[in-house]
């Protein structure tokens, strides 16, 4: 059964850079079938996207973020790693890790999520 | 960046009701490249139709999507007690990929 487990520091302070990984069990990462990617969400709203890749391919990245944010996959380890540096306030979110199918597929698996709060 | 508005904010009904959520996209979008997610507090949002209109596995056939260029909608047909919840609409086929803010579906 396919999970995904996001896991990482609960409190990082402002400046900092934010590091959380996401370990893939019952599926690879190296599917050619999937991407892989980052969905935040912030105390009270909708989710917002951070950015996905495909495991050979170079990342993509909501613009929004993309001076910030650093992707990668570890195959060995069969994870997907999620950086994001000079963290704000505004960067306390719920972080998901999720697949998507290639194509016209959606993200169907989501990890449960890793609450985040930035905080001196 | 699109922009997804959903109406209503929150929907107030009782079981066994029908539901129509709204989803306005503020330029057109290929329809291939939409969904709905439902999502319970605590809980990470779970995928209920993808491409518009095609459920995901295991979805009841009680949820149907329509819709095309900038307006979609999500239906429940009769709400059960598990479908009181958020609900977001989500484009992925334009970048940055962007979601809508959600409608609450609540017990009347």
């Known amino acids: 059964q396919l999970q995904l487990q996001e896991s990482g520091p609960g409190l990082v302070k402002p400046s900092e850079t934010l590091s959380l990984t996401c370990t893939v069990s019952g599926a690879s990462i190296s599917s050619p079938s999937h991407y892989w990617g980052w969905i935040r969400q912030p105390p009270g709203k909708g989710p917002e996207w951070i950015g996905s890749?495909?495991?050979?391919?170079?990342?993509y990245y909501n613009p929004s973020l993309k001076s910030r944010v650093t992707i990668s996959v570890d195959t060995s380890q069969n994870q997907v790693s999620l950086k994001l540096s000079s963290v704000i306030a505004a960067d306390t979110a719920v972080y998901y890790c999720?697949?998507?199918?290639?194509?016209?597929?959606?993200?169907?698996?989501w990890g449960l999520g890793t609450k985040v709060t930035i905080s001196s | 960046d699109i922009v997804l508005t959903q109406s209503p904010g929150t929907l107030s009904l009782s079981p066994g009701e029908g539901a129509t959520l709204s989803c306005r996209a503020s330029?057109?979008?290929?329809?291939?490249?939409f969904a709905w997610y439902q999502q319970k507090p605590g809980q990470a949002p779970r995928l209920l139709i993808s491409?518009?209109?095609r459920r995901a596995t295991g979805i009841p056939d009680r949820f149907s999507g329509s819709g095309s260029g900038t307006d979609f909608i999500l239906t429940i047909s009769r709400l059960e007690p598990e479908d009181f919840a958020v609900y977001y609409c989500h484009q992925y086929g334009s970048s940055p990929w962007t979601f809508g803010q959600g409608t609450q579906v609540e017990v009347k």
């Open positions: 491409s518009a209109s």
């Open positions: 330029q057109s979008i290929n329809s291939n490249y």
């Open positions: 999720a697949r998507r199918l290639i194509g016209w597929g959606a993200f169907d698996v």
């Open positions: 890749m495909f495991y050979s391919e170079s990342p």
